[in-house]
């Protein structure tokens, strides 16, 4: 007789489009995370999962479809690996998760909550981030981004003109103005984070974002202000973290 896990990981075979995938997915994730999986399938939001787009100590993202198609992004968030004390540095002193028990499940699927919630607050703001489609326990399904149905390239990894660098760090501006108006601070901004898609930006990775009640919020927001500042300046687009600081109080101020 098949044990109840086994038969899980059966049907859930069916959705992998490539068998190495399968693999890996057997090795990292847990009988909790196959039904969560099988769960947001069956609501439609995705069908097969195409393959995995990156892996990372926190979290695998898969590509997907749905039946018509649609691209996706699986993140699955995985409870073995995850960095406990740096997770807690943003959701202890987080209004929305008093109370939390802070055992290994429970901080997991809260975190997975809280980048939803967080996405939820900047796609309603209208800032371009990966359209949260739903979530069920440590698995988020979003927008997919990409390009001719390829991941979207980091910025990091994008070469770019003079040109090209001014108007991104207005999108930039834009972005951090903008969340902050919304009610966050995203808190780990970095070239390695944002996803360049037909020359606009794409802002990614939002678990670790803070309201701006939090204690550490204006320690958060400089130090995003600071990896902007450096990053653009060792492209050659010289800005001061006080220049760049500036600029996004003054467009937060126009919106």
Same mark, same amino acid.
């Given at each position: ?11 859930? @075979? ?59 992004? $699986? ?16 959701? $202890? ?49 979003? !927008?997919?981004?990409?390009? #001719? ?14 040109? !090209? ?19 966050? $601070? ?11 898609? #037909? ?30 500042? @450096? ?25």
């Amino acid at each position: 007789m098949i044990e109840t896990e086994e038969f899980e990981f059966e049907v859930l @075979k069916r959705r992998f489009k490539q068998e190495s995938d399968r693999k890996t997915f057997a090795k990292v994730f847990d009988d909790q995370s196959i039904k969560a999986v099988h769960s947001l399938a069956n609501k439609g939001l995705f069908d097969v999962l195409e393959h995995i787009i990156s892996t990372g100590k926190e979290a695998h993202v898969f590509a997907a479809t749905d039946v018509s198609g649609n691209l996706r992004a $699986v993140k699955i968030f995985k409870k073995e690996t995850t960095d406990f004390k740096r997770m807690q540095e943003y959701i $202890v002193d987080d209004r929305r998760f008093q109370g939390l028990r802070k055992d290994r499940r429970n901080l997991v699927f809260a975190w997975a909550k809280k980048e939803y919630k967080n996405l939820m607050i900047a796609n309603k703001a209208g800032l371009s981030i990966p359209v949260p489609l739903g979530i069920k326990e440590n698995v988020i399904v979003m !927008e997919f981004v990409n390009e #001719n149905n390829k991941p979207a390239k980091k910025l990091k990894e994008t070469k770019t003109t003079k040109k !090209e660098l001014e108007t991104y760090l207005e999108q930039i501006v834009d972005f951090m103005a903008g969340l902050y108006k919304a009610g966050l $601070v995203h808190a780990d901004l970095s070239e390695y984070n944002i996803l360049v898609k #037909n020359k606009n930006l794409v802002i990614i990775d939002f678990a670790q974002a803070v309201l701006l009640n939090h204690p550490k919020a204006r320690d958060f927001f400089e130090r995003d202000v600071r990896n902007i500042a @450096k990053f653009f300046s060792k492209k050659g687009l010289k800005i001061s973290f006080e220049a760049l600081y500036e600029k996004i109080k003054a467009r937060k101020n126009e919106l």
